[in-house]
């Protein structure tokens, strides 16, 4: 019976051993790790009152909830701190909520910097960040536009290019800024040298599965 405890006990320190220090077990504890999350979003994902108490809440409402559950996840956080890394890809993606760069990536470790913008359409300032974030050490930038997007919708309507004219604006602009870019010195020099990789994918809304950039029918 102590044969077995110990044989047990061996068992136990080698799959540990082969999940901390193989690259098999590496993966196998990555992929595990995402099927706990995963498993962690379908679970609140058909939870579908915002806050449980009010089936019509007020902005004052929601926004007290939105603060309850920030102490939930903080106190959580606290009691199981998060590894601190230094970003190496920089993420530009939509402001829309259907989108979670978390999923998108496949990976919840702080390997990234995310910069949600409506349209995923930079400004000179945004340029700039990125900028600088290389300059700090990121190695690929991914620039994401997807399907369904309510700006890209704006900008092909004609009421809505009358109402929204500066989003629409931005919209025209967005592969101009993004070539833009791609020109600054740093991004340049470091792409030259083959230090940076600067990649325009597009989103399945749906799947949030990436694929490279086709350009879309002009409007």
Known sequence: M???WW?????????GLFVSYTRWGQELEFLAGGALVNAGYRL???LSAYDFAHEEATPEQVYEEFLHQNHLSAAVRNIFP???RHPVVALVACMDARLDTNEIAGDTRHYYYVLRLAG?????KEEEMLELAVDHGVKVVVFTTHSDCAAEKTAADPAGRAR?????????ERA?????????????????????LVKWLDLDTETERAEPHRERASR
């Open 7 to 15: 044989w047990g006990i061996a068992a136990l320190v080698a799959l």
């Open 82 to 84: 998060r590894t601190v």
């Open 176 to 196: 101009m800024r993004f070539q833009e870019f791609l020109h600054r010195p740093l991004i340049r020099e470091r792409t030259g040298q083959g230090k940076l």
């Open 2 to 4: 102590r044969k077995k």
């Open 44 to 46: 609140q994902d058909r």
């Open 164 to 172: 929204f004219p500066n989003l629409v604006k931005a919209v025209d």
């Open 120 to 124: 995923s359409v930079m400004s000179p």
